[in-house]
């Protein structure tokens, strides 16, 4: 008999696992069940379709439920919510009542966008950014609109402001740090970014937590320290958390970071033991972290593409490990790309690591290629071992494949003096120096050990 | 007394060479020799500036003889041939006979384009590429110019056709081997960049060496296999041969590669022993391949830095090593960006190593984000212990980091396997895909292992 495995979730872990199932076990019955209304699209892009830079919301929808059935043999359900799973008895329960059997589940809920628990969050005009359907009412209201206030100083956060301002409107962002990108960046590199945004008159409440939405039926305004900012529309990029519903329902152990711990098999614990025949992959889950031993969140949208492989091969019985990540990000913010990889300063506080840092500011292309773009990298190595761990990077261009080398030497293991003697880069004057930048952020680096 | 430094050419490893001798040593006298008139540029470059795409020759020099002096220490004598090397009185001399004595010697005088033995090469209007005044010369003869023939599909012979394409000629490439790029890149990589080069309105004669120039008193067109192509300038992009008039003065062990042996110290053998006091770096070295035990070429600019970082720092008394490498290139022809590092099938061919290849086609960006370039991915692992041992790109934009990021792996001796499991990409749609297209090689790769 076919092996019936059940996907929960239809973001980018869910859909890549009853895919990676699929190329595992082409007779295997899938079913995916997800409350959305549309599958297959990915959320970083929806700042980009609101800046006007992509065309619409259709076009970064890749493949419909239909295709999913056509070309994958995946049944798709969606507007379909579980509510209930009995592990024991191998049974889901949908919202209508309907009761599905499976003989292997993965968990692919996602995650949520924290709701500050401040007075008027639920007037209308306050917004999060995490389905498709939240883009375009965003972008429908927009009309109305003059100001925006941003909760929230991340990477999306940063990215709405930049596309709210290329919309024209009045934006505010609000960040409960002293720094842009709290966490994943350091306060010098946060800096940079935070510079380019005021530059094209983005304004920033810095230290301060959003303190109350005000508005009487719909938004007016926020409150921060001890201000008013009037607004008609308030964006939440207030971080997001695992979705817990299911996991608790079930009984599975929830790590130390909040999100549901899996083994490297992506298989959960309950009372201290590992769970069969599930499997659990997005933002749902904390792994391991490459850099150190202990857990990490890695709320990306490539890692829950590799997670849901790794899922989907194992719940359709074949064998693969998602092994420790260094996490590398990259986004783009008006005119610079931000890049990061392992810790932060930060990061590294929060984990007992002791650190040394380096830095090079030059340039995307030689000096003298016209069209270069100024480039800004800083590396961080454990003090003891002079491992790396940690990089961030801004600049106008290139910036993605610089995140991806460092980060294979982060996941190596390697030391900055191991860097600086053994790793080449490629060159030519139209796409590099002719050392690159990071070779020189590691070279500052290992002269400061 | 201070440490007597001398420096043999001004090439990217003569002045690295000496600047990292001076940070090492801040009271050394170095004194640096070359016959070149102008120092401190990048023979790179040239092809960009016939082009128009840089503006003039005077902007890729980055630093005069004048500025090495005050800003450096560095004594640079330019047009200034050193003649005799006696290791054992520790003493140069000069062209004009003069004697200079000196504690530790760096040698790195770089190679010369291979003329090839044919009639006519010696006709006005035959130019190599490789000094700043080639690229004068060329550019100052262009205007008599409709036709031009380029020896060697190489990238410098393709980035030579484009930049004279650029400039309204007719220019046809004419190349001994059965395709372009040869040893460096696979033939179906290989093809795509000729398409696009013939796109552009170049034409290739392929699979015949350049039979004879001819012309009374001047270029007026080269013969190939039984053809005559009127021309009225032939460009030598035939490949740099070592320039061993001293090595081999000083009898210097030359390696099975034609260039100069050299420890990890990048210090030279003669009769057996490694010779005191004596680094060199540059094209003129052969060093051991990050790969497989024994020796390779590395004629980048990029690794006449490395090299003449680890040569000056040893010179200086100080120690520093230069470990395997696996060659990082990239280069831009036209609208295409062409990258490679470690071997091609042809070069596995040579060292006697059985390949299993992956290859990936797919987008710069997401594939709904507007101007998105199209990106294909080769990569190549050892059959015998799955390591990763070669990759080439040819891409629209951002090949530079991809190749940094897969020659890591290689340094590193990562197996396809570990890279598919472990190596994360960083993912925001405006400048890459969920999945990176170099992931999707290797997942191609494993597939076939």
């Known amino acids: 008999m076919a092996k019936r495995i059940a996907v929960i979730g239809s973001g980018a872990a869910g859909m890549t696992a009853a895919s990676s199932a699929r190329e595992k076990d082409s007779e295997a019955e899938i079913t995916l069940f997800t409350e959305d209304e549309h599958v297959a699209y990915s959320p970083c892009a929806i700042p980009f379709v609101i800046e006007g830079r992509i065309k619409d919301f259709r076009s970064i929808v ?17 507007r379909t919510k579980v509510i209930r ?29 924290f709701v500050p628990p401040v007075e008027g969050v639920k007037l209308p005009g306050v917004y999060p950014v995490r389905w498709l359907k939240d883009g375009e009412k965003i972008l429908s209201a ?46 010098d590199m946060a800096r940079l970014v935070q ?6 008159g983005i304004k920033f409440i810095m230290g301060s937590p959003l303190g109350a939405i005000i508005g009487n039926g719909m938004v007016e305004g926020i409150k921060v320290a001890a201000k008013e900012v009037p607004c008609q529309m308030v964006i939440l990029a207030t971080g997001v958390r695992p979705n817990l519903e299911l996991a608790n329902h079930i009984g599975l152990e929830i790590g130390p970071l909040g999100a549901v711990r899996v083994s490297a098999s992506m298989q959960p614990y309950r009372k201290g033991r590992l769970v069969k025949d599930l499997y659990l992959a997005g933002d749902v889950v ?24 790794v899922a989907g091969i194992n719940a359709a019985g074949g064998y693969a490990q998602y092994p420790g ?61 002079h491992k790396l761990i940690g990089a961030q ?7 993605t494949g610089r995140i991806n080398w460092i980060g294979a030497a982060i996941v190596k293991g390697v030391t900055a003096e191991e860097f600086q003697a053994g790793f080449e880069n490629a060159y030519c004057p139209p796409v590099s120096m002719v050392r690159d930048v990071v070779n020189e952020a590691v070279d500052d680096l290992v002269a400061n050990l």
């Open 393 to 399: 990077i801004v600049g106008g261009e290139e910036v």
């Open 142 to 187: 927009l009309d109305e609109v003059q100001s925006v206030v941003v909760a929230g100083a991340g990477v999306i956060g940063l990215e709405m402001a930049i596309a709210l301002r290329h919309r024209g409107k009045q934006v505010t962002v609000v960040e409960m740090f002293d720094q842009a990108i709290p966490r994943l960046f350091d306060e």
């Open 62 to 78: 890749m493949h419909t439920p239909e295709w999913y059935r056509k070309e994958r043999r995946i049944e798709v359900h969606v």
């Open 286 to 309: 904390s792994c391991e972290s490459a850099i150190l031993p202990g857990p990490t969140l890695s709320q990306l949208g490539s890692s829950a593409v590799r997670q849901g492989r």
């Open 85 to 113: 799973v009995d592990l024991e008895a191998k049974l889901l329960t949908l919202h209508d009542g309907t009761n599905i059997n499976f003989d292997s589940l993965i968990l692919a809920p996602g995650g949520t966008v």
């Open 325 to 385: 990540v260094a996490s590398p990000f990259v986004s783009v913010i008006g005119e610079v790309q931000v890049g990061g990889v392992g810790m932060s300063r930060g990061l590294a506080d929060y984990y007992g690591v002791k650190v040394v840092e380096g830095k090079a500011h030059g340039m995307t292309r030689a000096r003298y290629y016209p069209g270069g773009k100024p480039l800004t990298v800083k590396v961080l190595a454990d003090a003891s071992t």
């Open 195 to 200: 510079a380019h945004c005021e530059s094209l």
